[in-house]
């Protein structure tokens, strides 16, 4: 386990040691929440302003979390494997299985304070705007404090995974063929529904039962990734 | 202290590394070369259970590295990169890499290391913002953080200056005679080699070609050479005709205005020198010419490569 935290806490030194990163995150999350504010504040009556900012905070703060778990995995994955750092890591005293787990726990702590930034600053914008403060529904408070950091550790361990396991090419491809239309999605449903949307507690139990499942099975699949799989495929 | 045994590595239908077998000592320093693509990296790679062989074996203090992870704690690797974070400072770097190893007393081994590479004002600076030659020193000096019982360096002065260059060699040597580490060397620098290595082996198209100690290479390879001037290009050419129709001339080879003479047998030089005067050559100038471990080298590279 410490050797796990080691690894977690030099991967979020090192992202927040990154400038583009920090800037385009932070200017990302404003951006959105900025524009969904704008949006939640039109609303006249204050129950719609309730749903529309809890469904607001629900997908935005799961969406920019997987947004820069996406940026920070190719920060860290992919860019050990271009440099050949990770092949002295490899020889190190640590599993495979703990070094992945190290770079998701601090790829998820990184992307995470991101969600959390977008939901204060959308509580913020929306408060000030509309001299009206409304708290987050309980089902919405658990979705961010359980399900975001959940979701966002079982996205950065799938696209973790695939940057060990694929050759540059092959993690080029599936960057523009899965992980880009995923977030794309992932934001366009959320933004369609904003407005409609009720969020219910069997969602969130779903989501959260989901990226369990996908965590666990990636985990499971680590066993399978090979030393010599990385090392084939360093650029 | 490390065994190879037949080590076969095929890449699909490609051989890289063609039962390849030799034993390096405790305390050794044992110098791996051979041209680009020979073969080295991926011997070193298997011994390092970064990759698994296709054949034979390649035991470390008896086991396979990859498969356990608390050997590994005994060995220090200093591969063709760096393995360094650009993004974190030195010290950072050297304490990550000190926590991963279960390095107790960081703080003082971290500034005594740094001392030791002469970058202590550098410490808090990110690695990014440093030379070459200056992120090598900081990856010699993560390589040997934990106190390492077995080095793996793969060309460690690689873009120091010569002064870097002498601290490494001597470092190196420091370490195999003090604390007894046994280091694998994979170099080109042959000069380096010769200077620090107790013995070597020289690998070409994934095989083991010689194994022996510099001296003992030398020896066997060392046929006796003589060098010799004459007065002009005619005097040149007819000596080079002379000198290939000799049965104790083993090659005679033109080098600026000289010959380049190699002979079977060490009292052999004075009768060549005789047998040219009485041709009523002049000549103005003979040596008898020491060979490099270079020449050695490129005596059995090129061999191999004519032999195709």
Redesign the interface.
């Known amino acids: 386990m410490?050797?796990i935290l080691?690894?977690a806490r030099?991967e979020i030194?090192?992202l927040f040691?990154?400038r583009y990163t920090l800037i385009l995150g932070a200017a990302f999350a404003l951006f959105f929440s900025i524009i969904r504010s704008l949006a939640i504040i039109k609303e006249m009556e204050s129950s719609i302003v309730a749903t529309s900012l809890d469904s607001t905070l629900f997908y935005l703060s799961a969406s920019i979390g997987f947004f820069m778990a996406y940026i920070s995995a190719s920060q860290i994955f992919l860019r050990e494997k271009v440099?050949?750092?990770i092949?002295?890591?490899?020889?190190?005293?640590?599993?495979l299985r703990q070094i992945w787990f190290g770079k998701v726990l601090g790829i998820t702590g990184f992307a995470y304070m991101f969600s959390l930034f977008t939901v204060v600053i959308i509580l913020l914008v929306s408060g000030i705007l509309s001299g009206l403060f409304i708290l987050p529904g309980a089902i919405v408070i658990a979705h961010v404090l359980l399900v975001v950091p959940t979701f966002i550790a079982a996205l950065t361990g799938l696209i973790g995974f695939a940057q060990f396991l694929l050759g540059m090419r092959e993690n080029r491809i599936l960057n523009f063929v899965l992980f880009m239309p995923a977030f794309i999605a992932l934001y366009g449903i959320g933004l369609s529904a904003s407005n409609s949307f009720k969020i219910r507690w069997e969602y969130i139990a779903i989501l959260f039962i989901s990226s369990m499942l996908l965590l666990a099975i990636t985990t499971y699949l680590t066993k399978h990734l090979?030393?010599?799989r990385i090392?084939?495929t360093i650029a | 202290m490390i065994e190879v045994q037949n080590l076969t590595k095929k890449?699909k239908e490609r051989t890289v590394l063609n039962g390849v077998s030799f034993k390096v000592m405790e305390g050794e320093i044992f110098g791996y070369l051979g041209p680009n693509g020979a073969g080295k990296t991926t011997t070193m790679?298997l011994l390092?259970?970064?990759?698994?062989s296709t054949d034979g074996k390649a035991l470390v203090m008896g086991q396979n590295?990859?498969d356990t992870?608390?050997?590994?704690?005994n060995?220090g690797?200093l591969?063709?990169?760096?393995?360094?974070?650009e993004?974190?400072s030195a010290y950072?770097n050297l304490n990550?890499?000190a926590?991963?190893?279960?390095v107790s007393g960081r703080e003082k081994k971290i500034a005594r290391l740094m001392e030791l590479i002469e970058l202590s004002d550098r410490k808090n600076d990110?690695v990014g913002e440093f030379s070459k030659g200056m992120k090598r020193k900081l990856a010699l000096a993560?390589t040997i953080i934990h106190e390492p019982r077995i080095l793996f360096l793969d060309e460690p002065s690689a873009g120091l200056d010569p002064e870097s260059q002498k601290m490494v060699r001597e470092l190196i040597l420091r370490l195999s005679k003090e604390e007894k580490i046994t280091v694998v060397l994979n170099s080109h620098d042959l000069d380096e080699v010769q200077r620090i290595c107790s013995r070597i082996a020289i690998l070409n198209k994934g095989e083991i070609r010689a194994n022996d100690t510099v001296d003992n290479l030398r020896g066997k390879f060392n046929l006796p050479v003589v060098e010799i001037s004459l007065s002009d290009n005619k005097e040149l050419n007819e000596a080079l005709n002379l000198l290939s129709s000799l049965s104790y001339v083993s090659d005679c080879q033109q080098h600026n205005n000289g010959i380049v003479i190699t002979l079977t047998e060490t009292n052999k030089a004075s009768t060549v020198l005789s047998y040219l005067v009485g041709q009523g050559l002049k000549i103005e100038e003979s040596k008898r010419v020491t060979r490099s471990l270079e020449d050695v080298y490129l005596e059995i590279v090129r061999q191999e490569e004519s032999n195709e």
């Open positions: 410490n050797s080691v690894i030099k030194k090192e040691g990154n440099n050949g750092v092949e002295t890591l490899l020889c190190a005293p640590i599993s090979s030393k010599e090392v084939a | 890449f790679r390092l259970g970064l990759l698994k590295l990859g992870k608390h050997l590994r704690k060995i690797v591969l063709e990169y760096d393995g360094l974070y993004r974190i950072d990550y890499y926590q991963l190893y279960g990110k993560r």
